[in-house]
């Protein structure tokens, strides 16, 4: 089934799905049961990269973290995620974040 007239995922989409996830929990010094969200979404909004990479987290303290990669999770980097100083500035709001998520 293709992702609003998107590719399917490859064969590899699954291990960079987790890739991200590990080096999220790295990055961010997150605990081992600490959940992790990592999803690509298609984006229709002009300007806006067909696919992209959405991350969310919660840390100890059950805030919820997020932000976005405008890449595949194929073509993600572990240089391409933020700065473990800006976890406060990725805190989500309260009943606000990304309409996937």
Known sequence: MALFGAA??????AEALERVREWTRARFCLAPEAPIMVAQVACALPGCPPLETVVVFWDADARRHQFKLF??????DEDDLPYAWLKKSLEAPEGGGFDCC
């Not at 399917?8 to 989409?13: F, K, L, S, T, V």
């Not at 890449?71 to 993600?76: G, I, L, S």
Request: zero cysteines.
């Open 8 to 13: 399917r995922p490859g064969a590899g989409h």
């Open 71 to 76: 890449k595949t999770p194929e073509q993600v």
